[in-house]
């Protein structure tokens, strides 16, 4: 069943347009014009697409009224730099586990704790220092396909990876790091442009990403994967890909109803998302697709 927007998500849209318009600068009569215009979009919800897409359309109008196109850029930035400089530790961990994949695996959930989207606030010097605090992903698991998906890895030839967030990147990159390493063709996807501090190719070439395996963008501007908006060009190496790892909430919320050989890997940082999944908020998941052969 797809995840659609509910009306408990409506708090988090003004929430949301309230910090960007801080951190851009703006005054309280550009306060004012925007916060008008994102109540007039929400007085046309329909309720039957999912919060990634209403994210597209906020991000779209802020960056009109405010001319600034990736306010984020900044606190990106900072997370990919403050990841980088843990890249050696986790390559260690990795290393050194009794089972690289599913140590590789646990480190790109456990990145998946980086996004202020999920909160302007969010402190990532703090979460940082939890992550290799003690057995992070194992403590939090609410389902954990990992024997399937370390099958169906190794049966798979091209892999897709959809990316999520500044600073996760670099989690992402010491598993494609190992796929790459097993012989599988990955191929990397990051956003089409600026939205919250999800990736982008500036980001992929921050981390050093486009030096591990190729990486492409899905053409749109969204926190999610939208398939009725993403390049066709996009579109068809999703359909042929023989594995897709779906990273991040945003991602979950838009492919959830898709049939497929896919695979979600996310933090729930969400009530809506926690309630769809039926999973505690903070639980970790690695979920094969429903239906998925």
Do not use: W
Not at 99 to 128: R, V
Not at 176 to 185: F, Q, R, T
Not at 214 to 228: F, K, Y
Not at 251 to 264: A, D, I, M, Q
């Amino acid at each position: 069943m797809l995840m659609l927007i509910t009306p408990d998500c409506v708090p988090c849209f003004f929430t949301q347009t309230l910090e960007i318009l801080d951190m851009c600068g703006a005054d309280q009569a550009l306060k004012r014009r925007v916060m008008n215009k994102v109540a007039a979009l929400v007085q046309t919800l329909t309720y039957d697409f999912p919060p990634p897409k209403m994210a597209l359309k906020l991000y779209t109008l802020i960056a009109q009224e405010t001319g600034v196109s990736d306010p984020y850029k900044a606190k990106k930035d900072y997370a990919n730099a403050k990841a980088l400089e843990i890249y050696p530790q986790i390559k260690s961990f990795v290393a050194m586990a009794p089972d690289p994949l599913l140590a590789a695996t646990e480190s790109s959930i456990a990145g998946n704790i980086i996004d202020y989207g999920a909160s302007a606030h969010f402190d990532i010097d703090a979460e940082m220092h939890k992550l290799f605090g003690g057995d992070f992903a194992s403590s939090h698991r609410h389902e954990f396909d990992f024997d399937s998906f370390k099958k169906d890895i190794a049966d798979a030839d091209t892999i897709m990876y959809l990316l999520d967030n500044a600073g996760e990147i670099v989690f992402d990159r010491v598993l494609i790091e190992l796929l790459v390493s097993m012989g599988k063709k990955v191929t990397a996807v990051v956003r089409g442009g600026a939205v919250i501090n999800d990736v982008t190719m500036a980001d992929a070439e921050f981390v050093g990403l486009t030096k591990v395996t190729e990486v492409i963008d899905n053409g749109i501007a969204a926190p999610g994967t939208l398939l009725d908006l993403v390049d066709a060009s996009f579109l068809k190496r999703f359909r042929d890909a023989d594995l897709i790892i779906s990273k991040g909430q945003g991602n979950f919320e838009t492919l959830e109803s898709e049939s497929g050989p896919l695979y979600f890997l996310l933090k729930v940082k969400c009530p809506h998302v926690a309630e769809g999944i039926g999973a505690r908020m903070g639980s970790i998941i690695l979920r094969k697709q429903k239906g998925a052969v």
